[in-house]
């Protein structure tokens, strides 16, 4: 069940952000807002904030760096890591693209009781973390 309602939220929302002309996907939002929450990150903290594998994650960046949504610099201390922030042209695309967001995120809510879904992802955040701390 998770998987599909993950898949129709998906679709939902790459679909809106199509069509308000907005070209990123929801991954690539999903990066956009982690970098400006965090200012910015290297690509295994991206990775693993979004529970994504390297390959994965260097390909979606070289899109975004491409469409001039990131910046990548290389780490002072670190020559072979790069860090990534949010690029000044991205931040015309924050009010739409969060309004956006937040229109599908009450659409799949609808009906539903505020006690409810803050149950429900009080439950989904549990089971992130016994994932990723290996009790499951």
Not at 55 to 83: C, F, H, P, W, Y
């Amino acid at each position: 069940m998770t998987i599909t309602a993950y898949r129709l939220l998906h679709s939902t929302l790459r679909r809106r952000l199509r069509e308000a002309g907005l070209d990123m996907t929801p991954e690539q939002w999903g990066l956009l807002v982690l970098l400006w929450e965090r200012g910015s990150a290297t690509q295994d903290e991206l990775a693993h904030a979004i529970c994504a594998d390297k390959a994965s994650i260097s390909r979606v960046l070289s899109l975004m760096e491409a469409k001039g949504l990131i910046t990548r610099q290389v780490d002072a201390a670190n020559e072979r890591r790069k860090i990534i922030s949010a690029a000044p042209g991205a931040l015309a695309l924050r009010e739409q693209g969060f309004a956006i967001s937040l229109e599908t995120l009450r659409g799949a809510a609808a009906g539903l009781d505020p006690e409810d879904v803050a149950t429900c992802l009080r439950v989904l955040a549990t089971v992130k973390r016994n994932l990723r701390t290996g009790a499951g």
